[in-house]
């Protein structure tokens, strides 16, 4: 039998996936790594913790299926987006611990920058926001405070990288220094209307262009890698929200998902042409297969299952996530309570990122319950924020059903929640790790054992749907206090 290996590389743990050659899985691993919080509002990773992570869930899947190194096909990376790692060009060793997406350190380079007057020319040429979301502004803290960074890049010593770029990389034994649209559109430096990155932008930031990786399409040669006895391979990336839109099979303009992991990223696909959004929504790539570009509308969210962890870490009132939905059915429907979970600022489409976290509605009867309604309704509100901006941008289609996936979709709870916010109904397909299946399907297409995309697309197969079942005034008063208390949020 022939096989593709995906790598899932995430934000709080690095996974391995085996599919066959019908796209069945038929072998996981998983591993979480260390979270680093240096000081309030930064967030690093050991890019080294997450090699060696990355690469025991690989050894772990094959091992666990029996497969030699010949009998894959092919390998599939995707990726958290944004998190940025600078490394020796000679050792491969990273000269600072890899700044991660939610950091936000880089909020007053951004500030400097939007008074200079430069933010429309950013988002004019790359789709995005000035952020500290993005890849760029964390390239240049790092050159601006490692000491010699800047010397040695200057020189030509230093290469940057999102986490793919890194693994493969690393995977390749250093032969092979790229990326994919997708991670390159993410990065604040690359112009997504020409497909090149942008002089002028890293000019700007003070980036040298020597190291940035070259940039491929989704489904490409990447190099091969023999960390696993045999040659194999590199022939797929995708950024982890564009992999799902692509695992959810996507391609059609109009076609729309959520994903909800650590955070919620909403994607619309437009199809060939850019739509330059006017409600604070990006402009980014979905996919690019064949030289040809496909373009969403993206909204990130920057806290949906972070609320989850934030509930059984920060306040023991849960052991593990699966509880959060069990309590929020038992929470008192009398009481109002509203978490505005803006932990690491708010993203789309407020983009506020000195925000903080707050708590509306309490009474002495708020209790564990209604703290687990509150976080799950407070990704569903959101989630509303981004419908409302993209309606806006790409026009109201009440046809429109959104496909949803990650970790928090498979409680029944959180989904009816989501298709009574929103009214609109909610598609839960039944494969729901569709971020590695996408990694999957650009390997294995490119290997030429999966299908093209129609025949992909054949495939999407429907687990629930969830239909609005709130009454409509109800709903808008809910959503009419979730507005009140991002306002009261955004003034302290």
Not at 29 to 38: D, G
Not at 295 to 316: C, H, K, M, N, P
Not at 430 to 453: F, K, S
Request: net charge negative; charged share 20%; aromatic share 8%.
């Amino acid at each position: 039998m022939t096989f593709i290996l995906a790598i899932d590389q995430g934000t709080t743990s690095s996974r391995a996936i085996l599919f066959d050659g019908e796209m069945r899985r038929v072998a996981t691993a998983q591993r979480e790594f260390t979270q680093h919080f240096p000081e309030a509002g930064w967030v690093e990773h050991d890019a080294e913790e997450i090699w060696q992570t990355t690469v025991e869930v690989c050894r772990e899947v094959i091992s666990a299926q029996g497969i030699g190194p010949e009998q894959i096909a092919g390998i599939g990376i995707t990726n958290q987006r944004e998190t940025t790692v600078v490394w020796d060009k000679a050792s491969g060793a990273p000269v600072h611990r890899a700044i991660v997406w939610q950091d936000r350190r880089t909020a007053a380079i951004c500030e400097r920058l939007r008074n200079a007057g430069c933010e429309d020319d950013f988002t004019a040429q790359t789709g995005l926001l000035l952020d500290p979301y993005f890849s760029g502004t964390k390239v240049k803290w790092i050159l601006d405070t490692v000491p010699g960074a800047r010397d040695r890049a200057a020189a030509g010593e230093l290469l940057f990288g999102t986490i793919d770029s890194f693994l493969i990389w690393r995977l390749t034994g250093g032969r092979v220094h790229a990326t994919d649209a997708t991670n390159a559109a993410r990065t604040l430096m690359f112009d997504i209307h020409q497909g090149e990155w942008s002089k002028e932008i890293c000019e700007l930031l003070d980036v040298p262009m020597a190291m940035l990786p070259e940039v491929r399409d989704c489904a490409a040669d990447f190099g091969t890698t023999d960390l696993f006895g045999g040659q194999v391979p590199i022939l797929g990336v995708a950024g982890d929200q564009q992999a799902a839109t692509i695992g959810q099979a996507c391609f059609q303009p109009g076609m729309m998902k959520s994903t909800y992991g650590t955070g919620c990223f909403a994607l619309l696909n437009t199809g060939a042409q850019p739509v330059a959004s006017q409600n604070r929504l990006l402009t980014t790539i979905a996919y690019q297969l064949d030289g040809q570009r496909t373009y969403a509308l993206e909204g990130s969210i920057f806290i949906a299952g972070a609320a989850v962890q934030w509930l059984r870490d920060g306040l023991g009132i849960i052991e593990n996530a699966a509880q959060s939905g069990e309590l929020a059915a038992q929470a008192d429907p009398a009481q109002n309570v509203i978490l505005v979970p803006a932990f690491t600022g708010l993203g789309a489409p407020y983009w506020k990122p000195d925000c903080r976290g707050a708590m509306f509605g309490l009474t002495r009867n708020s209790g564990r319950a209604e703290f687990c309604k509150a976080a799950l309704e407070s990704v569903a509100y959101q989630t509303r924020d981004l419908w409302e901006a993209m309606q806006g941008d790409w026009g109201a289609d009440a046809d429109v059903i959104l496909r949803v996936d990650g970790g928090m979709s498979a409680s029944d709870w959180a989904m009816q929640g989501l298709a009574d916010r929103l009214g609109a109904p909610v598609d839960r397909p039944v494969m729901q790790e569709t971020t590695a299946l996408g990694a999957a399907w650009l390997a294995g297409m490119r290997a030429g054992i999966y299908p093209d995309q129609a025949g992909f697309a054949a495939t999407w197969a429907l687990d629930a749907r969830f239909t609005p079942k709130m009454p409509e005034g109800d709903r808008e008063a809910a959503y009419r206090r979730w507005k009140t208390a991002v306002a009261a949020a955004m003034m302290v």
